[in-house]
């Protein structure tokens, strides 16, 4: 099968009588699914290697499963992989046995411990990607954690406290750790977006995004409403962008920075839309910022910040945290942009400006930490 393998210990370096145990991390995503296997010498790990493969099917979930167990029994001369924690973006079931994964055609309720045990890992561990993440939260550096919130704000001196988590990328998804230190998934990202817009824009957008997820209706169905999911992501940048066109001040904006857009396929506009609001792109001349791009990508913080305001005044967290390749790529902007959005509320004002916000930078493996922690700690 396709896929990429990296390797973090060689071969001839690992020694196998110095670890107590073997265990196995996964991250199945919207695109692609990571597996890492570590070694445990009390309780610290030491990561051995990562498998990448195509997440498309189940079949082609148990075949990574398969080949990340036989580089460790082949190449590595580990026996058994003992444990293994598995986060999914996706709902899994109160007894962590099933799941339905949000954006693959797996259908409802993939036996997903089950399929992973009939391959000789007899614990494991089902969660949710946000609450992988959030337990990742435990192992990031501090020299990745960026404040964005006022100066006086800072994390609680304690070793557990009750903080939220928000990661955009193929959808949004978000985390919530309890002040006992369990994390739990949830589904911030499935609200429905506020009915009154603040502006034409807005309204634009909402109606586009309403327009899109209702073509399929069938005669009589119930009208579907649009949630944060569809404006907080990936695809939701590019929303924005097909929305904004829209707008009068815009409609004869330079066709170079439009085509430079357009000339990539949807999933990788984002990227490109970015590198232009940020003034990295080719077309920005002395680095200077697109007024265009940089819009798009204001609008989107205004949504996300909207959604973590939500979130924060369900659950009153103690910190909140932002994190995900969108939000590292865009951190200037965000730090630019998403406070004065998420502070601004008519009755709760001064408590959001006294919660600590912090982004978490260069922290890619962040869901797959969490796994590890999880599959250490948890699996049983």
């Keep these: ?9 060689k071969e001839t370096d690992f020694k196998k009588d110095r670890y107590v145990q073997f265990i196995m991390a996964g991250d199945v995503g919207a695109t692609n699914t990571r597996l890492r296997v570590s070694a445990v010498e009390a309780n610290h790990t030491e990561t051995i290697y990562d498998v990448k493969y195509d997440s498309g099917s ?21 026996p058994n992989i003992e444990k293994a924690a598995i986060g999914v973006a996706g709902r899994i079931s109160r007894d962590r046995q099933i799941c339905t994964i949000t954006f693959l055609d797996w259908g409802q309720d993939a036996p997903i411990v089950n399929m992973i045990k009939e391959l000789g890992i007899r614990q494991v561990y089902l969660m949710n990607d946000l609450e992988a993440a959030t337990y990742g939260i435990r192992l990031a550096s501090k020299e990745n954690l960026v404040r964005i919130s006022a100066e006086e704000t800072s994390l609680p001196q304690k070793e557990n406290y009750e903080l939220i988590l928000g990661m955009p ?33 807005e309204h634009d957008l909402l109606l586009y995004i309403h327009e899109e997820i209702n073509k399929k209706r069938s005669k009589g169905e119930e009208q579907r409403l649009p949630t944060y999911d569809y404006v907080v992501s990936g695809p939701g940048i590019k929303r924005i962008k097909d929305v904004l066109l829209r707008q009068e001040r815009y409609v004869n904006y330079s066709p170079e920075i439009i085509n430079r857009i357009n000339s990539v396929p949807e999933n990788e506009q984002p990227e490109i839309i970015s590198s232009l609001a940020l003034g990295k792109d080719e077309l920005c001349s002395e680095g200077r910022e697109d007024e265009f791009c940089l819009e798009v990508m204001e609008i989107f913080c205004k949504f996300f910040a909207r959604s973590m305001q939500g979130i924060a005044l369900l659950t009153l967290p103690e910190a909140v945290f932002l994190a995900g390749h969108i939000v590292s790529k865009n951190l200037t902007i965000i730090k630019r942009a998403f406070m ?7 009755n709760h004002e001064g408590y959001l400006q006294r919660l600590p916000v912090y982004i978490i930078d260069n922290e890619e493996d962040l869901n797959m930490k969490g796994a590890t922690y999880a599959a250490m700690h948890l699996a049983g």
């Excluded at 080949?67 to 082949?74: E, F, K, P």
């Excluded at 004065?340 to 008519?346: I, L």
């Design 169 to 201: 990328g193929t959808g949004f998804g978000d985390g919530y750790r309890d002040k006992y230190g369990m994390s739990k998934p949830t589904e911030g990202g499935g609200r429905i977006v506020a009915i009154a817009p603040g502006d034409k824009m």
């Design 58 to 78: 189940p079949d082609k979930f148990m075949d990574g499963i398969t080949r990340a167990i036989l580089i460790a029994r082949n190449k590595y001369g580990i």
């Design 340 to 346: 004065k959005h998420f502070t601004n509320h008519a």
């Design 1 to 9: 099968m396709s896929g990429e393998l990296v390797t973090y210990t």
